[in-house]
Each structure stands twice: as C-alpha cells, then as structure tokens.
C-alpha cells in the first residue's frame, strides 16, 4: 500500500483524541497518525505494562514493559501525534458534530521522559521521518478546521471528530459518554471496535472481561484505527506497507 500511506492533502484530515496511552491507546493513535489524521493522546501513565515483563508477545523474546512503552511512545511520537503525558481526562461527550473532551492540566504537562511537553514536541519533530507521508503541518488549513494547538481553550477542553477509550477496565468516561453496555458489564462493541455511539470507540480490557493482554489491547486499538480511517476514506483501508514505504520513510535509519 506504498501509494496510501500519506492523506490525500485535498482531503479532509478528520481528528481523532485517544483517551489512554497503553497498549490499546498507542496502537490506535500510531494508525491514525501514520496515515494523516489529526491525533492528540491523553495519557495518565497508569498502564499495567510498568508492572508487565513480556515473553508471551509474538515477534518479541523478552522485554520489560516500560521499556516497551517507551519504544511505542516513541513511535507515537515520530509520526507526529500530539501525546499529552499526565493531562487527565475528566469529562467525555457528544458535541453534535463530534466529540468534546474536558481535561485536568497540570502545572507543566510533563511526557514520560520527563521533559516539558514543549521540549518533547521539539524533540518529536526533530526526529520525525521527513517523507511527504508524514507531514502534519499543513492539516486541513483550507477547510477552516483549528490546529492542534489551538483547539484547546482555556479551559482545558478539546474538539474531536472521533475519540477512542482506551482506559482499561475503568468504563466511567464510556458510561458518561452513554454508550451501550453488555450484561457482563463490559462496553458493547463489535469487531471493528464501535460503540453504540457513532464515532466512539472503546478497546482493550473496557471491552473484555478477562483476557487482557497487551497483544489483544494492540489488535484493539489498530481495529479501531483502521475503522476511523475506513470511514473517513469511505473504502475498507488496510495499512499494509513494504520494504520500499520503510526505506522511503526513514532512508538510511531502516533497521536491517
């Protein structure tokens, strides 16, 4: 698919907000930042991963699961979505043409690392791949559509076409958010990671009683990704890339 990786830039780029940054959040805000919408992520830092060491997960032999976030915060990162790193998400709903999300901010948003969420931007877009599929800067400006930064008032509140829950077993915000709940008490959505309520999406342990494994939240999140980008493209939309969009991307920094 070396011929889809980048958004048609007379599209529109729909935004996306994911509210988590675990396995489930990251995977859907890499999809959707990858392939052009507008993604901001609110993260907690409350995974379960900081107390995970994988061996059960497929492609890799053993590594610490705060290692394996910091990897994937970085991948997050590199393909431009906005992470907001311990900005609480306080209140979800329906704006009428989307989704608005109420946030608690912090003195200084700070990301994993523990840089200012300034100096990690910095950071981010220094170490970004360069290729034309990458490249946020020039968002949907014709449509008349805010920019990132200026769709957060003072208020702390935030404007979204779509939002993706990914706060593990905690299903408060999908309650406020008034999506339907199945008898076991866990979120109701089908395989493509919709909720009841068009444009919302929940994942990983919101979904399923016990089999919470971060190969499964992973598999959520891209579901749900994949989804938003079907929609928005309005044709099934596979993100399958090859050797060439690798080398087109990141040139000489292709791991061998």
């Not at 011929?3 to 907000?17: L, P, W, Y």
């Not at 915060?73 to 907001?84: C, E, I, K, S």
């Amino acid at each position: 698919m070396s011929d889809e990786t980048s958004a048609d830039e007379s599209e529109r780029n729909a935004s996306v907000i994911v509210i988590g940054g675990g396995p489930a959040g990251l995977s859907a805000a890499l999809f959707t930042a990858k392939n052009g919408l507008e993604t901001t992520v609110f993260d907690a830092d409350e995974t379960w991963m900081h107390k995970a060491h994988l061996f059960n997960y497929l492609g890799i032999g053993s590594v610490g699961g705060s290692e394996f976030m910091a990897t994937a915060r970085q991948q997050v990162d590199d393909f431009g979505a906005d992470r907001r790193q311990g900005e609480e998400v306080t209140a979800v709903g329906d704006s009428g043409e989307g989704f608005v999300v109420e946030t608690s901010v912090a003195s200084e948003t700070q990301r994993a690392d523990g840089d200012s969420a300034e100096q990690s931007r910095g950071k981010s877009e220094s170490s970004r791949p360069s290729g034309d599929d990458v490249s946020r800067d020039s968002a949907d400006r014709s449509s008349g559509r805010r920019s990132r930064e200026e769709a957060a008032d003072d208020d702390g509140e935030y404007e979204a076409d779509y939002v993706v829950l990914a706060t593990g077993a905690n299903r408060d915000l999908a309650e406020e958010l008034g999506v339907d709940f199945a008898e076991n008490g866990t979120v109701d959505v089908g395989v493509e990671m919709e909720t009841s309520v068009e444009g919302a999406y929940a994942t990983g342990a919101m979904v399923r009683p016990e089999e919470w494994q971060a190969a499964i939240a992973v598999g959520d999140g891209a579901a749900a990704a994949l989804n938003i980008l079907s929609s928005e493209r309005g044709e099934h939309y596979h993100d399958f890339d090859v050797p060439a969009d690798a080398e087109r991307v990141f040139g000489e920094l292709v791991a061998e």
